[in-house]
DNA sequence: ATTGCTGAATGG
């Protein structure tokens, strides 16, 4: 029977609090009955040994890399860099005091080329924020102030999206949208490069998966899937906290009223429903060179949803405690070559030591 | 939740 295993899959995304996946847990263990220490209370639903059992299950399961990190949710660039790879990324969180340095002037040029063009087309206003609800109402502020804009037919850069997939929140910003000549709302989103010709598959694979995910997320805000409990649920925010002066001066100017963070919650929720957006119809992917702008090329992608939902489930399985972090395949080790956590890397490690060759290519259509 | 909780993306 795989009953058991689709009903665990309905029942977590729904969950955005610890003690639930504790529950779950508890399930998986086995049930010890060591009661002897205290058979007097065997009378009580709540028995001692049980209580201890319960504690010293909760102090030995491994937590799961989104409680190590303490992580709320993840960035749509995160779930995208486990597709360079999966243990780097990791690798990133749990020693960076090893991070890289040899390609910050690569990162920083590709910083302000994305800054300039933003700037193109909307101000940057920098606004005091006393509250975490604070600085999440301005990521809706951003939402909200580019909604209309869209709908006007004018472009939007750095357009927030916010979801969840397979139970784990995740945020991003849109690179660009727009409507095309034919009427098609289409993403582009700009990578600039060091050098002057197109990346490798390897970096375009990685490139049009977190675009894949924009859409995703994009998709399922307009569609009404993202609702305001959501929000308050996974970021554990307070719907009633009182927005700083500042903050509701910037609703005022936007044209909105709003006291308190959920007043903004449902404008955006509103906003994103009500005004009938479309999804994304087009995603593409345009490559400049960072010395001369020159264009290098552009892609436009072929949206598959099962295929991203596919991998997505792969990818989240990890930062939910399901599986262990994977490396590169073989015939991906070249990518060590750039990475500053080859000489310490368990993954490398490992498959020098036992060389067990992965037998099954991922195209298994 | 013991008191707590991160700009995202930047490029190879």
Same mark, same amino acid.
């Given at each position: 029977?795989?009953?058991?295993?689709?009903?665990?899959?309905?029942?977590?995304?729904?969950?955005?609090?610890?003690?639930?996946?504790?529950?779950?847990?508890?399930?998986?263990?086995?049930?010890?009955?060591?009661?002897?220490?205290?058979?007097?209370?065997?009378?009580?639903?709540?028995?001692?040994?049980?209580?201890?059992?319960?504690?010293?299950?909760?102090?030995?399961?491994?937590?799961?890399?989104?409680?190590?990190?303490?992580?709320?949710?993840?960035?749509?660039?995160?779930?995208? =860099?486990?597709?360079?790879?999966? +243990?780097?990324?990791?690798?990133? !969180? $749990?020693? %960076?005091?090893?991070?890289? #340095? @040899?390609?910050?002037?690569?990162?920083?040029?590709?910083?302000?080329?994305?800054?300039?063009?933003?700037?193109?087309?909307?101000?940057?206003?920098?606004?005091?924020?006393?509250?975490?609800?604070?600085?999440?109402?301005?990521?809706?502020?951003?939402?909200? =102030?580019?909604?209309?804009?869209? +709908?006007?037919?004018?472009?939007? !850069? $750095?357009? %927030?999206?916010?979801?969840? #997939? @397979?139970?784990?929140?995740?945020?991003?910003?849109?690179?660009?949208?727009?409507?095309?000549?034919?009427?098609?709302?289409?993403?582009?989103?700009?990578?600039?490069?060091?050098?002057?010709?197109?990346?490798?598959?390897?970096?375009?694979?990685?490139?049009?998966?977190?675009?894949?995910?924009?859409?995703?997320?994009?998709?399922?805000?307009?569609?009404?899937?993202?609702?305001?409990?959501?929000?308050?649920?996974?970021?554990?925010?307070?719907?009633?906290?009182?927005?700083?002066?500042?903050?509701?001066?910037?609703?005022?100017?936007?044209?909105?009223?709003?006291?308190?963070?959920?007043?903004?919650?449902?404008?955006?929720?509103?906003?994103?429903?009500?005004?009938?957006?479309?999804?994304?119809?087009?995603?593409?992917?345009?490559?400049?060179?960072?010395?001369?702008?020159?264009?290098?090329?552009?892609?436009?992608?072929?949206?598959?949803?099962?295929?991203?939902?596919?991998?997505?489930?792969?990818?989240?399985?990890?930062?939910?405690?399901?599986?262990?972090?994977?490396?590169?395949?073989?015939?991906?080790?070249?990518?060590?070559?750039?990475?500053?956590?080859?000489?310490?890397?368990?993954?490398?490690?490992?498959?020098?030591?036992?060389?067990?060759?992965?037998?099954?290519?991922?195209?298994?259509?």
């Amino acid at each position: 029977m795989s009953g058991r295993d689709s009903e665990l899959e309905e029942a977590e995304p729904a969950s955005g609090f610890s003690d639930l996946s504790d529950s779950e847990f508890l399930q998986i263990e086995e049930p010890e009955d060591g009661d002897s220490e205290k058979p007097s209370c065997s009378h009580n639903r709540h028995l001692e040994p049980v209580e201890k059992a319960l504690e010293t299950a909760k102090r030995k399961r491994a937590q799961t890399p989104l409680e190590t990190f303490r992580l709320l949710y993840l960035c749509i660039t995160d779930v995208s =860099a486990q597709v360079w790879c999966e +243990q780097q990324m990791v690798y990133k !969180r $749990e020693r %960076p005091d090893l991070l890289p #340095l @040899e390609n910050t002037v690569q990162l920083n040029t590709g910083k302000s080329i994305h800054l300039a063009r933003e700037l193109e087309y909307h101000d940057l206003v920098s606004v005091c924020t006393t509250s975490r609800e604070d600085s999440w109402a301005i990521k809706l502020l951003n939402l909200l =102030a580019m909604i209309p804009v869209l +709908q006007a037919g004018r472009r939007v !850069r $750095e357009f %927030p999206v916010f979801g969840v #997939l @397979e139970g784990v929140f995740v945020v991003g910003v849109i690179d660009q949208l727009g409507y095309t000549a034919k009427g098609e709302l289409e993403l582009s989103e700009l990578k600039t490069r060091h050098e002057a010709f197109l990346p490798s598959a390897a970096q375009k694979k990685r490139d049009r998966f977190q675009v894949f995910l924009y859409k995703c997320i994009f998709d399922a805000m307009v569609q009404g899937h993202l609702t305001w409990d959501i929000f308050i649920q996974h970021l554990h925010l307070r719907p009633e906290q009182v927005l700083g002066p500042q903050v509701q001066e910037q609703a005022r100017n936007a044209g909105f009223t709003a006291s308190c963070f959920q007043d903004l919650l449902e404008l955006a929720f509103l906003n994103l429903t009500l005004l009938d957006i479309p999804v994304i119809d087009r995603l593409q992917i345009e490559y400049i060179h960072q010395g001369t702008n020159a264009p290098l090329g552009t892609e436009v992608l072929a949206y598959d949803d099962d295929a991203v939902r596919a991998t997505v489930r792969d990818f989240l399985a990890y930062w939910k405690g399901q599986r262990d972090p994977k490396g590169v395949d073989v015939e991906d080790a070249w990518k060590c070559r750039y990475c500053a956590y080859a000489s310490v890397c368990d993954w490398r490690l490992g498959r020098a030591g036992s060389p067990t060759v992965k037998s099954r290519p991922k195209k298994s259509r």
